[in-house]
């Protein structure tokens, strides 16, 4: 039976490897960052056992380890990450062509693959994938089956797997984390009540009995949370607990998993138009060595616009049939 913490395992074991190479290259910060992140990954899952038993010790560790790692990221400095040269890559993407692109098409595939189908999956009697979400499972897997599928096609050593991957976490930098963090922030943000002072505040603003009027409420209330917050992860469940379920959902009967889907991806138009998200908008700046900071972003406004008014737009029509 596969386990998420199996696959937190792996990235544990990958991560305490960066941190290893670091250490040997004197890059003491990055060292003591991922080593302290792969801590985090490998206990999860004592940790969460203990808070169950009541013991809050593990927990306040973890805590801990969290402030170390946002008093650690301002020291990591980006510097150029040693690859081959130019002349070698261009004959290798010559000589590769098309299927370069098969390792990255195999993650989403497979993914929608597992979440599909893998409840059904068994060997015997007992169920292939364990307790936890099927998505998640469903991305690392296919995430390790693209790594290798990468290693068949370009005939590297499996080693370049964990090497390429260690320069291309070292090149992004702590920017790496702030999906994950700003997730846990939304739903902090969503357990201390935020979402119920959303909703009351949206309540008293706009009328709540109008479809239309609670649609771009919730629209809109995703895009400027993302906004303001840098990653639609954050601004789900506080936008989805203060207006999607007690307006949309429980008032005028929206389909969940259609006003879900559809509020994440308009979420995700917010994420085209903030220098908030970093690891979208700022670290390409950086590693192209772009002049305007804010380049990235007005390329993706002409896209994110025009999205933004077809979600709202699908949102109304699909939602509420």
């Known amino acids: 039976m596969l386990r998420i913490e199996y696959f937190y395992w792996l990235l544990a074991a990958f991560l305490l490897y960066a941190g290893w190479r670091n250490l040997a290259e004197r890059r003491y910060s990055h060292a003591a960052f991922w080593s302290l992140l792969a801590g985090l990954f490998a206990s999860g899952a004592f940790v969460l056992e203990a808070a169950k038993s009541g013991n809050p010790l593990p927990s306040q560790v973890a805590g801990a380890a969290v402030i170390l790692l946002a008093l650690l990221a301002p020291r990591m400095r980006r510097e150029h990450m040693a690859e081959a040269p130019e002349a070698e890559r261009r004959a290798s993407a010559l000589r590769l062509g098309h299927r370069l ?10 993914t929608v693959l597992v979440v599909a189908f893998g409840a059904k999956v068994s060997i015997g009697s007992a169920p292939l994938f364990g307790e936890g979400s099927l998505t998640l499972m469903g991305l690392a897997l296919a995430c390790l089956a693209s790594a290798i599928a990468a290693i068949a096609i370009t005939r590297a050593q499996p080693i370049m797997a964990a090497v390429e991957g260690r320069r291309l976490l070292d090149t992004v930098g702590w920017a790496a984390l702030l999906p994950l963090m700003l997730a846990a922030l939304g739903g902090v943000f969503a357990s201390s009540g935020v979402g119920e002072a959303v909703a009351s505040l949206v309540s008293a603003v ?41 307006l949309l959902i429980q008032r005028h009967g929206a389909d969940p998993a259609i006003l879900g889907a559809i509020g994440m991806v308009t979420g995700y138009c917010g994420t085209l138009m903030t220098p908030m998200a970093a690891n979208f908008n700022l670290v390409p700046v950086a ?11 007005r390329a993706q406004l002409p896209t994110a616009i025009p999205l933004l008014l077809a ?11």
């Open 206 to 246: 706009i009328p709540a009995d109008s479809v239309i009027a609670c649609v771009l409420a919730y629209g809109m209330g995703m895009v400027v949370f993302t906004i303001i917050m840098g990653n639609a992860f954050a601004a789900f469940p506080v936008i989805t607990a203060g207006i999607g379920l007690p």
């Open 101 to 110: 692109f098969v390792p990255a098409l195999l993650i989403p595939l497979l």
């Open 287 to 297: 590693l192209l060595e772009l002049d305007d900071p804010n380049a990235v972003i």
């Open 311 to 321: 979600n709202l737009v699908f949102m109304y029509w699909l939602a509420f049939r």
